[in-house]
């Protein structure tokens, strides 16, 4: 079955495919439409959806869900997903899983409603406090908005962290055909964690509380032993690499418009190809190093340098090694063109 | 305090530590009291596999070391937002509560009062001591007037720092809540009606009934520095003045249990019965190359519904497409435009920046538009627009009059459809007659009425091409 749907929608589609049990949700613009479509669709499947008063309450509606050993999803944008970092690092250190939606707009504060990827770095590297990590996708199209939600879940629960499907305005606004999925994922098992109120599960308690710091000491290392072990699930797609001189390097949306880039660079005689990570947590940094070597890169994104400066720390850490990576980019809600991108990538030669 | 095991409580404190008999409690504090009266009441009533306790940061925060029951630690001030997840997921569950009066009056307070207003499925119990206990005694929002603590150290002052709030009468305003009470655990008499409420309040969560508060008046010596007979005193003589104990109100005989919802449909048949446009995937053909379209004009005039058309139209076709609306404020200011890519392989940019094909129906889209269509590119535009500019060099110029013949034919609302007759005519599209039919028959497939009248008005746009 095909639809031709908003990536917004198509998240939500995702999310029924998934399993999930419910949806809380404040709404915002530029993700207003799947707080929407969740209010159509999960009911109407015997699904809960729920408007909370805030994103505070959103991501704290998810914990108690989570907690309760059901799949819960909750989608914003900037100023909600601020709010929500306090809920994200609780569930962190309580190990829950969970899915959430940021369909990024400009900032910082109110901003506007228009595409930025400038959470990158709030996303990726914890955003709340503590040291923890989220699992982070980055959709590029709206199949992909519906197949990384679905991801996104299974993820979550098999690394019991909290999953971002980092989008943005564009993406999220934008209708493109999809391919519904066949049947719903096959349900993981919670129960051993839960508290679910049964008899099983009654001697289970969820918490993030550890009083004594060698102890909280010991959960720490166990929580960075268990990102570590997230690498093998790293994921990225390069699109005309094999002979490239100049690689473009971006996620998302940027990464859309850097493929119409490195065709039109081969039009005009430079051979550019595009490397675009797929999960940004865990960052597939051994690809990306590996891809690299010996050809100029250049970062596209929508956003200050965030995205390239994590860039050139994977190439250090990743591939020891120091290599230039330029930047092209816009911020404030303006989405770079095709042009700008191949005026910066000629520049490089 | 050394306790002897307590009906539904854990026989040893394993979960606290060294001290696996004692609780984390102060000599004469109402937690370990209240603690008792819950875990009592939950056995009592044989709920214990049922119960899911949502605890607070505060000095409750540790009552699942004692609690035999399922239990979850909430973030502070959270308990009722955590406490909503759990019992919108778990209706069979008997879910509870429990909260200081800074967690639940003051950082939580927007959460609690929202739950209570939505009636949530659980009970919450209130833990009034007037102070914050657990991080050294500072004001609470419930801290009474005069009263000296660690940031009010001149006493509760009502110009600087406002009036104690009296959580039971905001609650009481609520059409939510089913049971509302305020008790004390200051002394036996006390107590033992603090446990009737305690009791009630889990009763109408065994029952389905809704949501149940619980205020709890609680001595804590520590803070107030008295013992803890003076406390006790302080709790029944003062605090009761300010916070009346009352019961201010209980429906729960009335109150119905309730209602599951009716088995759903399955998924893959509910999404195939809304009606939208299921075509097969999209197929790669690198002959077809890439048209890019911009539709623009006010809001009103069927600007996005006519991108969406030719969309769907080239979804027909297997082609590659992609639909973008301007959206926010921009949209709101009457303006209506969408970029429409077709195409033979997967699409980079969706947004159209300098479209092949400019369709404008308005005089400011056209101003704002004309200069980014590309050599070769062609502008169809509505006769009402006046061109102050020219379109640049090597662009071609389709004048259509949609809005006049439109409202002279009587579909004054109908001009896009004239506007895709021009769109048709001049193959632009590169989409087959045919295919816009096709979809703007289904698209009307509900109106025989409207998809006849549209047909006769698309025939006569593409004659008026003609004559042009
Ligand atoms: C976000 C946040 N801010 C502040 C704190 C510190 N804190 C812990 S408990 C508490 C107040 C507890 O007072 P109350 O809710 O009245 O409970 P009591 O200890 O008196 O039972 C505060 C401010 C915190 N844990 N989290």
Same mark, same amino acid.
């Given at each position: /079955?095909?639809?031709?749907?908003?990536?917004?929608?198509? #998240? #939500?589609?995702?999310?029924?495919?998934?399993?999930?049990?419910?949806?809380?949700?404040?709404?915002?613009?530029?993700?207003?439409?799947?707080?929407?479509?969740?209010?159509?669709?999960?009911?109407?499947?015997?699904?809960?959806?729920?408007?909370?008063?805030?994103?505070?309450?959103?991501?704290?509606?998810?914990?108690?869900?989570?907690?309760?050993?059901?799949?819960?999803?909750?989608?914003?944008?900037?100023?909600?997903?601020?709010?929500?970092?306090?809920?994200?690092?609780?569930?962190?250190?309580?190990?829950?899983?969970?899915?959430?939606?940021?369909?990024?707009?400009?900032?910082?504060?109110?901003?506007?409603?228009?595409?930025?990827?400038?959470?990158?770095?709030?996303?990726?590297?914890?955003?709340?406090?503590?040291?923890?990590?989220? #699992?982070?996708?980055?959709?590029?199209?709206?199949?992909? /908005?519906?197949?990384?939600?679905?991801?996104?879940?299974?993820?979550?629960? %098999?690394?019991?962290?909290?999953?971002?499907?980092?989008?943005?305005?564009?993406?999220?606004? /934008?209708?493109?055909?999809?391919?519904?999925?066949?049947?719903?994922?096959?349900?993981?098992?919670?129960?051993?964690?839960?508290?679910?109120?049964?008899?099983?599960?009654?001697?289970?308690?969820?918490?993030?509380?550890?009083?004594?710091?060698?102890?909280?000491?010991?959960?720490?290392?166990?929580?960075?032993?268990?990102?570590?072990?997230?690498?093998?699930?790293?994921?990225?797609?390069?699109?005309?690499?094999?002979?490239?001189?100049?690689?473009?390097?971006?996620?998302?949306?940027?990464?859309?418009?850097?493929?119409?880039?490195?065709?039109?660079?081969?039009?005009?005689?430079?051979?550019?190809?595009?490397?675009?990570?797929?999960?940004?947590?865990?960052?597939?940094?051994?690809?990306?190093?590996?891809?690299?070597?010996?050809?100029?890169?250049?970062?596209?994104?929508?956003?200050?340098?965030?995205?390239?400066?994590?860039?050139?720390?994977?190439?250090? %850490?990743?591939?020891?090694?120091?290599?230039?990576?330029?930047?092209?980019?816009?911020?404030?809600?303006?989405?770079?063109?095709?042009?700008?991108?191949?005026?910066?990538? %000629?520049?490089?030669? | 305090?050394?306790?002897?095991?307590?009906?539904?409580?854990?026989?040893?404190?394993?979960?606290?530590?060294?001290?696996?008999?004692?609780? @984390?409690?102060?000599?004469?504090?109402? @937690?370990? $009291?209240? &603690?008792?009266? $819950?875990?009592?009441?939950?056995?009592?009533?044989?709920?214990?596999?049922?119960?899911?306790?949502?605890?607070?940061?505060?000095?409750?925060?540790?009552?699942?070391?004692?609690?035999?029951?399922? &239990?979850?630690?909430?973030?502070?001030?959270?308990?009722?937002?955590?406490?909503?997840?759990?019992?919108?997921?778990?209706?069979?569950?008997?879910?509870?509560?429990?909260?200081?009066?800074?967690?639940?009056?003051?950082?939580?307070?927007? &959460?609690?009062?929202?739950?209570?207003?939505?009636?949530? @499925?659980?009970?919450?119990?209130?833990?009034?001591?007037?102070?914050?206990?657990?991080?050294?005694?500072?004001?609470?929002?419930?801290?009474?007037?005069?009263?000296?603590?660690?940031?009010?150290?001149?006493?509760?002052?009502?110009?600087?720092?406002?009036?104690?709030?009296?959580?039971?009468?905001?609650?009481?305003?609520?059409?939510?809540?089913?049971?509302?009470?305020?008790?004390?655990?200051?002394?036996?008499?006390? $107590?033992?009606?603090?446990?009737?409420?305690?009791?009630?309040?889990?009763?109408?969560?065994?029952? =389905?009934?809704?949501?149940?508060?619980?205020?709890?008046?609680?001595?804590?010596?520590?803070?107030?520095?008295?013992?803890?007979?003076?406390?006790?005193?302080?709790?029944?003589?003062?605090?009761? =003045?300010?916070?009346?104990?009352?019961?201010?109100?209980? =429906?729960?005989?009335?109150?119905?249990?309730?209602?599951?919802?009716?088995?759903?449909?399955?998924?893959?048949?509910?999404?195939?019965?809304?009606?939208?446009?299921?075509?097969?995937?999209?197929?790669?053909?690198?002959?077809?190359?890439?048209?890019?379209?911009?539709?623009?004009?006010?809001?009103?005039?069927?600007?996005?519904?006519?991108?969406?058309?030719?969309?769907?139209?080239?979804?027909?076709?297997?082609?590659?497409?992609?639909?973008?609306?301007?959206?926010?404020?921009?949209?709101?200011?009457?303006?209506?435009?969408?970029?429409?890519?077709?195409?033979?392989?997967?699409?980079?940019?969706?947004?159209?920046?300098?479209?092949?094909?400019?369709?404008?129906? &308005?005089?400011?889209?056209?101003?704002?538009?004309?200069?980014?269509?590309?050599?070769?590119?062609?502008?169809?535009?509505?006769?009402?627009?006046?061109?102050?500019?020219?379109?640049?060099?090597?662009?071609?110029?389709?004048?259509?009059?949609?809005?006049?013949?439109?409202?002279?034919?009587?579909?004054?609302?109908?001009?896009?459809?004239?506007?895709?007759?021009?769109?048709?005519?001049?193959?632009?599209?590169?989409?087959?007659?045919?295919?816009?039919?096709?979809?703007?028959?289904?698209?009307?497939?509900?109106?025989?009425?409207?998809?006849?009248?549209?047909?006769?008005?698309?025939?006569?746009?593409?004659?008026?091409?003609?004559?042009?």
């Amino acid at each position: /079955m095909t639809k031709f749907i908003k990536g917004n929608e198509a #998240v #939500v589609i995702g999310a029924l495919y998934a399993g999930a049990d419910v949806y809380f949700g404040y709404p915002i613009t530029p993700a207003s439409e799947i707080a929407h479509a969740a209010a159509d669709w999960f009911p109407a499947l015997g699904r809960e959806f729920l408007q909370a008063e805030c994103e505070t309450a959103s991501i704290n509606m998810m914990f108690g869900a989570a907690a309760a050993g059901k799949l819960a999803i909750t989608a914003t944008s900037g100023p909600g997903m601020s709010l929500m970092q306090e809920g994200l690092s609780y569930m962190a250190g309580a190990e829950l899983p969970g899915v959430i939606v940021n369909i990024m707009r400009a900032g910082p504060g109110l901003g506007n409603v228009y595409p930025e990827q400038a959470d990158y770095n709030q996303a990726v590297k914890g955003g709340g406090h503590g040291n923890y990590q989220c #699992v982070v996708l980055a959709p590029a199209s709206i199949q992909e /908005m519906c197949d990384f939600t679905q991801r996104a879940f299974a993820l979550s629960c %098999k690394y019991r962290t909290p999953a971002i499907v980092l989008s943005d305005g564009l993406l999220g606004q /934008m209708m493109e055909n999809l391919i519904l999925p066949q049947s719903i994922m096959p349900r993981p098992d919670l129960q051993a964690w839960a508290v679910a109120g049964t008899a099983e599960t009654r001697k289970n308690l969820v918490s993030s509380i550890f009083l004594n710091a060698p102890e909280q000491e010991l959960h720490n290392q166990r929580l960075q032993a268990k990102y570590d072990s997230m690498r093998p699930d790293a994921a990225h797609e390069t699109y005309l690499c094999e002979d490239a001189e100049v690689v473009l390097v971006c996620y998302g949306i940027s990464s859309r418009i850097a493929r119409t880039a490195a065709e039109t660079l081969r039009s005009e005689g430079v051979k550019a190809g595009v490397f675009r990570p797929i999960t940004l947590n865990p960052f597939p940094a051994e690809a990306l190093c590996k891809t690299l070597v010996g050809r100029k890169a250049l970062a596209v994104e929508l956003s200050c340098g965030q995205f390239r400066d994590d860039l050139l720390m994977h190439l250090a %850490k990743e591939g020891k090694r120091y290599q230039e990576v330029a930047l092209v980019n816009h911020m404030g809600g303006i989405v770079m063109s095709v042009e700008e991108i191949v005026a910066a990538a %000629k520049k490089l030669r | 305090m050394i306790t002897k095991q307590t009906l539904g409580m854990y026989k040893v404190f394993t979960r606290g530590g060294d001290a696996t008999r004692a609780t @984390h409690y102060c000599a004469g504090c109402g @937690h370990g $009291i209240i &603690n008792k009266l $819950i875990s009592e009441a939950l056995a009592e009533m044989g709920l214990q596999d049922k119960a899911i306790m949502v605890g607070p940061v505060g000095c409750g925060v540790f009552g699942y070391y004692y609690w035999d029951c399922g &239990n979850i630690s909430a973030a502070h001030g959270r308990a009722h937002a955590v406490a909503t997840g759990v019992n919108r997921v778990l209706h069979d569950s008997v879910v509870l509560s429990y909260q200081g009066d800074g967690d639940l009056g003051a950082i939580g307070f927007n &959460n609690a009062f929202q739950a209570a207003s939505r009636g949530e @499925h659980f009970a919450a119990f209130f833990v009034n001591n007037a102070t914050y206990g657990m991080t050294g005694g500072q004001m609470a929002p419930t801290t009474l007037l005069g009263m000296e603590t660690l940031t009010s150290p001149l006493g509760r002052s009502a110009q600087h720092d406002g009036y104690p709030l009296h959580v039971c009468e905001v609650f009481n305003q609520l059409a939510g809540p089913v049971y509302i009470e305020r008790v004390s655990v200051a002394d036996s008499t006390r $107590i033992l009606k603090a446990k009737k409420a305690i009791r009630k309040a889990i009763e109408i969560q065994r029952d =389905k009934k809704g949501y149940a508060f619980v205020e709890i008046i609680a001595p804590c010596p520590t803070n107030m520095a008295i013992d803890a007979i003076k406390s006790a005193e302080f709790c029944m003589t003062v605090m009761e =003045k300010e916070f009346p104990l009352h019961c201010f109100r209980d =429906k729960s005989a009335e109150a119905l249990p309730r209602e599951e919802a009716p088995t759903p449909p399955d998924i893959n048949t509910f999404f195939a019965a809304d009606q939208t446009l299921d075509v097969p995937a999209a197929l790669t053909d690198d002959s077809f190359g890439e048209v890019r379209l911009k539709f623009s004009g006010f809001g009103g005039q069927g600007i996005l519904s006519l991108g969406h058309l030719v969309a769907d139209a080239a979804r027909l076709e297997r082609r590659f497409t992609s639909w973008f609306p301007t959206y926010g404020p921009e949209q709101r200011g009457g303006a209506a435009a969408c970029s429409v890519v077709i195409s033979g392989k997967p699409i980079g940019s969706p947004s159209v920046d300098t479209p092949d094909v400019l369709v404008c129906m &308005n005089q400011p889209s056209y101003e704002k538009f004309v200069g980014s269509v590309v050599p070769g590119g062609t502008v169809i535009v509505d006769a009402t627009v006046t061109r102050t500019i020219e379109p640049p060099a090597g662009v071609k110029l389709v004048v259509m009059p949609a809005i006049d013949l439109s409202t002279q034919l009587g579909m004054p609302k109908a001009a896009n459809t004239l506007m895709l007759a021009a769109l048709s005519k001049y193959g632009v599209s590169r989409l087959k007659r045919e295919s816009l039919l096709t979809i703007m028959a289904n698209n009307f497939r509900k109106k025989p009425a409207f998809a006849e009248k549209n047909l006769a008005l698309f025939e006569a746009g593409e004659k008026s091409v003609a004559n042009t």
